[in-house]
């Protein structure tokens, strides 16, 4: 049964940063393997060379959060999936910096991705726009269908649009397995046309959502985090 993912996170360590100033926003991602009973007995950096340092700041805490592994016939069983955190940096006096976690989630990840062609008509007058779609995805991680999805902010044109729904179908997801079985799924996936500063914004729930980065917003994951992270200090 397809299950529509979403995702977005929130923490608070103390991290020091000398210049060059950190962007406002950030999200991390691990590939985290499971045994049945929820323990972490893989955590591996889904780009390692990126802010390495607060990689490796987060990592003991996140070994020690508890997780519920997917089941089979409704027994646990080990499970593979993909951790994301969304975090925030706030400024704490002269070079220190706190990052707040704003949101977390676990699912599927992207496996192979295609840049959408920009526009030649948006291209000419410098016009953005944020193009939100779901798409399906099969049990192998193949995509079986995209629709774009109303909300992102700057409204997006119907060549936008098109130019995203042309790249996303030739992508390929890494779907969250169960006992070593690949569970299909869609996303909900943000893809931001900008001519400059990254600005888009996806309107939910009444409310602008930044999309600060290119991640699959994730809902129904197999997984849940039973540990209550949310605000705390790492």
Excluded at 69 to 87: D, S
Excluded at 115 to 121: I, N
Aim: charge should be neutral; glycine fraction near 8%; proline fraction near 10%.
């Amino acid at each position: 049964m397809s299950r529509l993912l979403m995702l977005v996170l929130l923490l608070t360590p103390v991290l020091t940063q000398a210049a060059p100033k950190p962007p406002p926003d950030v999200s991390l991602s691990w590939s985290v393997a499971l045994d049945e009973k929820g323990a972490i007995t893989s955590l591996e950096a889904v780009n390692p060379a990126y802010m390495p340092a607060l990689q490796t700041r987060l990592e003991p805490a996140i070994r020690g959060w508890h997780f519920t592994p997917g089941k089979i016939n409704g027994q646990p069983a080990p499970t593979q999936t993909t951790l994301i955190l969304h975090l925030t940096f706030e400024p704490a006096g002269d070079d220190d910096y706190r990052v707040r976690l704003r949101n977390f989630g676990t699912g599927a990840y992207y496996a192979h991705t295609v840049q959408p062609r920009y526009p030649d008509s948006a291209l000419s007058v410098r016009r953005g726009g944020a193009v939100m779609l779901s798409v399906d995805f099969d049990a192998n991680g193949h995509i079986t269908g995209a629709k774009p999805v109303e909300g992102g902010v700057p409204k997006p044109t119907p060549d936008m649009t098109r130019a995203a729904m042309a790249a996303v179908k030739k992508w390929t997801f890494k779907p969250e397995t169960i006992a070593g079985h690949g569970v299909p799924g869609s996303a909900l996936v943000p893809i931001c046309f900008s001519m400059g500063q990254r600005d888009c914004r996806w309107r939910h729930d009444g409310e602008d959502k930044p999309l600060a980065g290119d991640e699959p917003l994730i809902r129904d994951s197999v997984v849940r985090i039973d540990s209550d992270i949310v605000g705390s200090t790492l």
